[in-house]
């Protein structure tokens, strides 16, 4: 399933994106996916089964390959390639 969040520049993309993806937890109230709170779950498993494209791309100062597998616990070769 696809999802789009769009919106005029400073209307909460951003925000609503590190919510989503636990990197914020909310002030108030709470996030439920299929019912359950965000927090109960794994959040490296739940960040493995969702993507983002965010208005500006950026790569950190390492190698390709470590860019790629940024967000891999256990990074390999060929998921590496594959995902290249």
């Known amino acids: 399933k696809v999802t789009a969040i769009v919106g005029a520049s400073g209307?909460?993309?951003t925000t609503l994106i590190?919510?989503?993806?636990g990197y914020y937890s909310p002030l108030e109230g709470s996030i439920k996916v299929s019912g359950r709170?965000?927090?109960?779950?794994?959040l490296s498993w739940w960040r493995s089964h969702c993507g983002a494209v965010?208005?500006?791309g950026y790569l950190f100062s390492d190698t390709i390959a470590r860019n790629i597998a940024i967000s891999d616990d256990t990074p390999d070769v060929d998921r590496?390639?594959?995902a290249a």
């Open 80 to 82: 590496i390639r594959a």
């Open 11 to 13: 209307s909460g993309k």
């Open 37 to 42: 709170d965000l927090e109960e779950y794994n």
């Open 18 to 21: 590190k919510l989503l993806l």
């Open 54 to 56: 965010m208005q500006e």
